[in-house]
């Protein structure tokens, strides 16, 4: 069945600093790959996602993901966290026309 | 930003007890969705419901659950009989089509259901 993993259950990453979240994925076909955000008290808020061409995809608040086949995985990217960007982060892979499957989630915090 | 909206937050019912959670979609959006996550558990499809009717559902959307748009901007979710197993955080969502690769799913706060 199609899944995402995220190895990660918990990182910690000083303010200033880069941060890189694993996901590899398990899908026969070309996925459907996304990022989303969770912060404290809020909704599921999607960070990004690719269906096909550029493999390194742009997202809102400074987020990037580059898609590996090789690899098989989607890791998601900022080059200088903020201190906002504490949240728990899902990764989720299109299953059907209407259903994701996530990952469970790896949650960050930032250190001042 | 137009956003899907949640109620209750947070409900707390005795087992065997009925309960309905409600979502605002966003207005000109088509396709609904519950999803839940158990705690400590991954976020998981329930159910998705197209005009008026499921287009598709999870092997855990048995027969106590049910959903249903009872008004042009209203989503129910109803859990005809609680057992503790059903204790989660259950997230709305709504997409202006289907499609997950063309279109994009927008998810509520989630309402945290206790089942004591």
């Known amino acids: 069945a199609q899944s995402v993993t995220q190895p990660d259950i918990h990182i910690t990453v000083s303010e200033g600093a880069s941060l890189e979240l694993r996901c590899n994925y398990s899908y026969g076909a070309t996925p459907y790959l996304f990022w989303y955000v969770q912060s404290p008290g809020q909704g599921l808020q999607l960070l990004l996602k690719y269906f096909s061409g550029d493999t390194l995809v742009q997202g809102i608040k400074g987020f990037e993901a580059e898609f590996k086949r090789s690899q098989s995985s989607f890791n998601l990217r900022k080059p200088s966290v903020h201190w906002s960007d504490a949240a728990e982060y899902f990764c989720?892979?299109?299953?059907?026309?209407?259903?994701?499957?996530f990952g469970a989630g790896t949650t960050v915090t930032v250190r001042a | 930003e137009p956003e899907v909206t949640q109620t209750p937050s947070h409900q707390v019912t005795q087992m065997g007890q009925e309960v309905i959670l409600r979502c605002v979609p966003i207005?000109?959006?088509?396709?609904f969705y519950w999803y839940r996550q158990i705690l400590g558990q991954k976020v998981e499809f329930l159910v998705s419901?197209?005009?008026?009717?499921?287009?598709?559902k999870s092997e855990i959307f048995d027969d106590q659950f049910s959903v249903e748009r009872p008004d042009g901007s209203n989503f129910t979710l109803k859990i005809r009989s609680t057992k503790l197993e059903d204790s989660a955080m259950y997230f709305c969502?709504?997409?202006?089509?289907?499609?997950?690769?063309?279109?994009?799913?927008?998810f509520g706060e989630g309402s945290w259901l206790t089942v004591v």
């Open positions: 989720a892979v299109g299953v059907s026309d209407y259903k994701l499957s």
């Open positions: 207005s000109n959006h088509l396709y």
């Open positions: 969502a709504s997409s202006e089509e289907g499609f997950v690769n063309t279109n994009t799913i927008y």
């Open positions: 419901f197209y005009n008026n009717e499921i287009s598709e």
